[in-house]
T-cell receptor
């Protein structure tokens, strides 16, 4: 499985856009990139998934350059409730659900 | 609420005791996963079921751990002779086999071994 590297922590003020970059230099051709969010004392929650270029949903955007060796999760205008740990995962899409391999994640702290 | 429930939410036990946790996945989901998460770390895979069959076990799952999913619905994770190193959050997740992406996680069971 491709190893991922992301910042340990980030700080932001409420209302700002936050970009969290994940490095995955040895990503394989059939790997997808998935981001999860986790609040304290809760299980992780799926945010977004992509393969290349840009994906956007109601929560976030995911930017993936052509070489796919990195990806950036963009959270527009964060609020205090976005304070959480964000995990970048890379895993092959076999057409069936596979186990997830989490790293240590990025701890985002949003303040006023 | 993701639709996946876990019971109990918290468990405090003394070293050497046995504990059992329960996970109720989303009803139509046939794949069920167990993960363990220690403080400051991401969740680590323990084992998973396809219906009632246990298809993979991590090396983290020592012989003191056993998991079952007897009728392909709820699952239990038992830890025998608990040790202080077993203190962690135990997470359950479910997904429909053949679907991509999102695993639905329960709120977890936090185990403290004294």
């Amino acid at each position: 499985l491709a190893k991922t590297t992301q910042p340990i922590s980030m700080d932001s003020y409420e209302g700002q856009e936050v970009n969290i970059t994940c490095s995955h230099n040895n990503i394989a051709t059939n790997d997808y990139i998935t981001w999860y969010q986790q609040f304290p004392s809760q299980g992780p929650r799926f945010i977004i998934q992509g393969y290349k270029t840009k994906v956007t949903n109601e929560v976030a955007s995911l930017f993936i350059p052509a070489d796919r060796k990195s990806s950036t999760l963009s959270l527009p205008r964060v609020s205090l409730s976005d304070t959480a740990v964000y995990y970048c995962l890379v895993a092959p899409d076999t057409g069936t659900a596979s186990k997830l391999t989490f790293g240590t994640g990025t701890r985002l702290q949003v303040t006023l | 609420d993701t639709g996946v429930s876990q019971d109990p939410r918290h468990k405090i036990t003394k070293r050497g005791q046995n504990v059992t946790f329960r996970c109720d996945p989303i009803s139509e989901h046939n794949r069920l996963y167990w993960y363990r998460q220690t403080l400051g770390q991401g969740p680590e895979f323990l084992t998973y079921f396809q219906n009632e069959a246990q298809l993979e076990k991590s090396r983290l799952l020592s012989d003191r751990f056993s998991a079952e999913r007897p009728k392909g619905s709820f699952s239990t994770l038992e830890i025998q002779r608990t040790e202080q190193g077993d203190s962690a959050m135990y997470l359950c997740a479910s997904i429909l086999s053949g679907s991509r992406g999102e695993q639905f996680f329960g709120p977890g069971t936090r185990l403290t071994v004294l």
